[in-house]
């Protein structure tokens, strides 16, 4: 299985502050024949199921803020948010489907 | 608009078998790349995928639970169960499906339905 280890755990930002999150792999989910890695971002507010923000590794999912922004390849990769807004308060899972079985990292929990 | 929902169950006694029904609309699940996956998620942890079957009837399983675990598609009802057997306590969480659109990613996920596993 690939493990997805996401870093911190747990972080504080200041409202328009920049807030990052980082996420690293146990083998490259870089896909050599199309150039894509095959990881994604989700946010989960409390109660609600995941959204997703990122796939491609960078690509913003429809009619997510341009704050959010993903970059990264091969086996380390970042989440980042430019201006942290109230409403992001929410936990943020990367996620491989290189292979399976698809595997998330352990979540980060983003707070003000 | 596409829209998935869970069902089934919200409290099973150990050792009973679990099966949840998931009915989608705005998408087929005919349609070549597409396919349909389980999540669960335990009170307070992380996100754990479970299985996926895809439009040619593929499926693939978490290697832990496999043994335990079936899926299959009624394409006409635009429905996927999953079973799993032996439920124990540590089975506890939100169960989620969601759409893959293709190469395995996933995109829609329904609200989840928290299934409890007590005597």
């Given at each position: 299985d690939i493990v997805m280890t996401q870093s911190p755990d747990s972080l504080a930002v200041s409202l328009g502050e920049r807030a990052t999150i980082n996420c690293k792999s146990s083998?490259?989910?870089?896909?050599?024949?199309?150039?894509?890695?095959?990881l994604a971002w989700f946010q989960q507010k409390p109660g609600q199921p995941p959204k997703l923000l990122?796939?491609?590794?960078s690509t913003r999912d429809s009619?997510?803020?341009?704050?959010f922004s993903g970059s990264g390849s091969e086996t380390d990769f970042t989440l980042t948010i430019s201006s942290l807004q109230a409403e992001d308060v929410a936990v943020y899972y990367c996620q491989q489907h290189?292979?399976?079985?698809l595997t998330f990292g352990q979540g980060t929990k983003v707070e003000i | 608009q596409i829209t998935l929902k869970e069902s089934g169950p919200t409290l099973v006694k150990p050792t009973q078998t679990l099966t949840l029904t998931c009915t989608f609309s705005g998408?087929?699940?005919?349609?070549?790349?597409v396919g349909v996956d389980w999540i669960r998620q335990p009170p307070g942890k992380a996100l754990e995928w479970l299985a996926v079957i895809s439009w040619n009837d593929e499926k693939r399983f978490s290697p832990s639970l496999k043994s335990r675990l079936s899926i299959t598609k009624d394409t006409s009802k635009n429905q996927v169960l999953l079973t799993m057997t032996?439920?124990?306590?540590?089975?506890?969480a939100t169960y989620y499906c969601a759409r893959s659109p293709g190469y395995s990613r996933i995109d829609y996920w329904g609200q989840g339905t928290l299934v409890t596993v007590s005597s």
């Open positions: 083998q490259s989910v870089l896909y050599s024949s199309n150039n894509k890695n095959y990122i796939y491609w590794a009619g997510v803020p341009d704050r290189y292979n399976f079985p | 998408f087929s699940l005919s349609t070549s790349g032996n439920m124990d306590p540590v089975d506890t």
